[in-house]
């Protein structure tokens, strides 16, 4: 689950010693004169967690310094405004920085140079967001309903809606599965997870909270991940009755699951793997390998989409940027390509045909459209803050990705020209399609006295 949230906003941070930059600047600081250390975190965000974008402001959040350390922030060899910052007594930072109105939206490494009888310098990313504001709204009609609270994944059958929702970190008790009419957006059927065992030290597991999910509308079942026991479950699609909870530790942190032909594929996050389950029997089967087209790198899985009409699964990997493909038939993997220029790649779409996919990168806000066959990317969109999932409309081969910073859905053509942005309400986290051409979205809350929180929307082009 990335874990694609705000605190993905928490940026990279890389340790250079003073041996490879030597802090300018900062009085007393003399070339190889000691190696310093830093072992903190920097990050930076818009103000109240959003996106930073030219013309703002950016926060900087740090800990890790010593009480009373002098900070340089530099980007470009200049010196930040308002340089240098001071941690206070406990070695936090907070400093607020004004972005120039010129700038262009992309990742800005930012070097903090730390002064003190160590000197150290470190770099972080500072990323300016793409503004897209509403954008050809009129070409698109919108219908919501409240759902269940912090809705986190959607699928789709014939006949209904089927949504999970999860609230709070470990332990927690408060998860809902709900199946809902897609007509009038009422929840016809909903249920709480049953209550998992006992955590390591004893105390209170709270509930199998449900996060993926996945229909398999011929046997009858919805497949859900339990990330937090880091294993799946199956339920009834007729009344939403648990039909087996599999034991804790079976995926580890699973993530995405898609039921097909028989069989329900699960991710384990950052394993090489995707695990594989008989939908008949309910049995567990061999995982499919994977391997990464990176020399030197691990495959480290996140989502899946599903090219049904061409019999293959497409996987991402989130820290080697890169796709997996899967031979369904075969039950192995027949092939897999890099993407360039993406960072943090977590979500991708699939075209039903298998001819195109479309990965999705929150660290830099790429949609990269890459062809599914030979791997050839044929292009990269700027969409704006935050994107995490998308899905392609068949009919019109139209890309909608949902930006969860940005609170929006943005909408491009299959060569990655942006159509429309549609502000749908705060931290859209997944979506998928119907068989009418209807786009359904799922958002969480923005926090208290949020009006479009803890929403279903369905989208239809005009």
Request: net charge negative; proline share 6%.
């Amino acid at each position: 689950m990335t874990k694609t949230n705000r605190t993905g906003r928490l940026l990279r941070c890389v340790a250079l010693s003073a041996l490879l930059i030597a802090p300018a600047g900062l009085a007393g600081a003399e070339p190889f004169a000691g190696l310093g250390a830093f072992d903190g975190r920097i990050g930076a965000s818009g103000p109240e967690r959003g996106p930073i974008v030219a013309g703002g402001e950016a926060q900087i959040s740090a800990r890790g310094f010593q009480p009373g350390q002098s900070v340089v922030l530099r980007q470009g060899g200049s010196a930040l405004p308002g340089s240098p910052f001071t941690a206070d007594d406990e070695g936090t930072l907070e400093a607020t920085v004004t972005i120039p109105e010129g700038a262009a939206p992309g990742v800005y490494p930012v070097v903090a140079e730390l002064g003190g009888d160590a000197p150290f310098a470190t770099i972080f990313d500072l990323k300016v967001s793409k503004v897209l504001g509403p954008l050809n709204t009129e070409r698109y009609a919108t219908q919501s309903a409240e759902i269940v609270r912090n809705p986190y994944q959607v699928a789709v059958t014939g006949d209904a809606i089927f949504v999970t929702g999860a609230v709070g970190r470990p332990p927690v008790r408060e998860s809902e599965l709900a199946k809902i009419d897609p007509e009038t957006l009422e929840i016809v059927a909903r249920v709480s997870p049953p209550a998992a065992p006992a955590r390591d030290d004893g105390s209170d597991g709270g509930v199998f909270a449900v996060y993926g999910i996945g229909v398999d509308a011929e046997a009858g079942q919805v497949w859900v991940t339990n990330t937090r026991q880091d294993t799946v479950a199956v339920y009834s699609t007729e009344d939403l009755s648990l039909i087996k909870q599999f034991e804790p530790g079976t995926v580890a942190h699973s993530r995405d699951v898609v039921a097909f032909g028989g069989k329900a594929y699960v991710t384990a996050t950052f394993e090489p793997r995707v695990h594989v389950f008989d939908t008949e029997t309910l049995e567990q089967l061999a995982p499919i390998e994977l391997t990464s087209a990176r020399r030197g790198e691990d495959f480290t899985a996140a989502s899946l989409s599903l090219a049904p009409e061409a019999g293959k699964l497409f996987v991402s990997s989130l820290r080697s940027e890169e796709v997996a493909v899967i031979d369904l038939a075969t039950g192995t993997q027949s092939g897999g390509f890099p993407v360039e220029n993406s960072s943090n790649t977590i979500g991708l779409a699939a075209s039903p045909d298998g001819a195109r996919v479309y990965t999705v990168a929150q660290g830099n806000d790429a949609v990269t459209i890459l062809d599914a066959v030979s791997g050839e990317q044929l292009g990269q969109v700027n969409v704006g803050a935050g994107p995490l999932n998308a899905v392609v409309e068949p009919a019109s081969g139209n890309v909608f990705v949902a930006l969860r910073v940005a609170d929006a859905v943005a909408v491009i053509s299959p060569e990655g020209e942006i159509l429309a942005n549609l502000e749908i309400g705060s931290t859209p986290n997944h979506l998928t399609r119907d068989a009418d051409g209807n786009v359904w979205v799922v958002n969480k809350s923005g926090g208290e006295g949020d009006d479009t929180a803890n929403r279903l929307t369905r989208i239809t082009a005009e």
